[in-house]
């Protein structure tokens, strides 16, 4: 089983168009909502492959109320806590190009109380799980040492922790040492505080949060591939994708993969890379389905392009 915390959850609301004008009256081809926020994704990726998830989430307003619906929907546990803000909703615009615009909100303010509750919610629910995924950005009334709270606890519980977060709060939980953290290439960069312009740039980086604490490093570099950087070495995971139609939740969708596949070694990041690859060539925030994925398109191998330009067409 895998328990996903994600304290700023969503409604994510997708509209599909065939170019954005500002100032003009659009008219969407595709109109979806979907149950959001980082770890959330998780969640609904896990439930797509067949697993047990169970997602601990602030729920508050009618906005809370249709997010604990969707993740039943979508077959997945909620353990709710009550806040009293209501949940956001983040608007995604996608072209026809593959242009996105996102615009998130903010999401509620939470209460010192309501805090505590959610930690609290966390340790009741931990001792079930193979997995705990703790995802994305805290909402305001939250430390930015609330995630080292979280993971301390979570090992003292005996679980072990994945983490997806970026910023002061990364940086503040690889003192507690999390089993797993997985940065994009931005959140990479904005964690050792310097541009990374190759694969050999974020191997180093990827290293260095590992000497700052975290056990080990998968990093998603967007269409350039995936690394892991664990105590069996420095893996290379890429497969190409046909069409990118959104990359919104490919990250999350990658967590998944390496979380159900066992959350070590080069055989979860194949799985990693699969349902990465999967996710950006479905709409909005959908999740894959083991039939979306494509395992044969994937290559893992120990030689890392460290000469490889970020951002640059492969050869």
Excluded at 42 to 51: F, I, L
Excluded at 182 to 204: M, S
Aim: hydrophobic share 45%; with cysteine.
């Amino acid at each position: 089983m895998i328990l996903t915390v994600t304290p700023n959850p969503s409604l994510d609301r997708t509209y599909e168009l065939p170019s954005l004008v500002r100032g003009a009256v659009l008219r969407a081809a595709v109109d979806r909502v979907d149950p959001g926020g980082k770890g959330v994704n998780v969640s609904r990726a896990v439930a797509a492959a067949g697993h047990r998830t169970v997602a601990v989430v602030p729920l508050g307003g009618p906005e809370g109320a249709l997010l604990d619906r969707l993740l039943g929907e979508h077959g997945i546990e909620a353990a709710g806590v009550p806040v009293a803000g209501s949940t956001r909703v983040n608007i995604t615009l996608v072209e026809r190009d593959g242009t996105l615009t996102k615009v998130n909100a903010a999401g509620p303010d939470l209460a010192a109380g309501e805090a505590e509750a959610l930690l609290e919610t966390v340790r009741t629910r931990s001792a079930e799980a193979d997995w705990i995924a703790c995802c994305g950005s805290l909402p305001r009334g939250l430390r930015h040492e609330w995630y080292a709270e979280l993971v301390a606890r979570t090992h003292r519980a005996g679980a072990r922790v994945a983490l997806d977060t970026s910023g002061a709060a990364l940086t503040a939980a690889l003192r507690e040492r999390p089993d797993v953290v997985k940065p994009n290439a931005e959140e990479l960069a904005e964690a050792v505080g310097r541009p990374l312009a190759t694969v050999g740039d974020a191997v180093k980086a990827a290293e260095e949060l590992r000497d700052r604490g975290a056990r080990a490093v998968l990093a998603s570099l967007g269409a350039d591939g995936q690394l892991l950087v664990d105590d069996t070495g420095v893996w290379f995971g890429h497969a190409p994708a046909d069409a990118v139609r959104s990359n919104v939740g490919a990250g999350d969708a990658s967590l998944a993969g390496f979380l159900t596949a066992g959350g070590a070694g080069p055989v979860a990041l194949a799985a990693a890379v699969a349902h990465g690859t999967a996710a950006v060539q479905l709409p909005g925030s959908a999740m894959p389905s083991p039939a979306d994925l494509d395992t044969e398109a994937v290559t893992v191998t120990a030689s890392v392009p460290l000469d490889r330009v970020l951002g640059e067409p492969a050869s």
